[in-house]
């Protein structure tokens, strides 16, 4: 079964809008423990390991999506300085978000 990528970029399209319109952030500030950090790289790492199976097994869109979400959660620590670490030269030169 081929995976359809303009379809899957709908349905993650929506699922963030709906989230961003729910979203609340909380009163800050907030106590995050290394156990925290620690269990976003856990499922940054699940993700990774996601990746490379659907990529070994034809569902390159299926790899893109799981090691972008794990990129994503990487991002995040680092944006909130609970982490510390740099991306490959290749990864800096992308065209930025904003």
Known sequence: MTENAN????RYIAAVETALSELKPITMPMIVTRRDV????EVAEKYLSDS???GE????????????????LLDAIR????????????????????
């Open 7 to 10: 379809e899957r970029s709908k």
């Open 38 to 41: 620690e269990r976003v790289v």
């Open 52 to 54: 490379k199976y659907y």
């Open 57 to 72: 097994n034809g569902k390159d869109v299926t790899s893109l999506a799981s090691i972008s979400y794990a990129e994503g």
């Open 79 to 98: 944006f909130l300085k609970l982490a510390e670490f740099s991306w490959p030269q290749e990864l800096k030169t992308r065209s930025p978000i904003v």
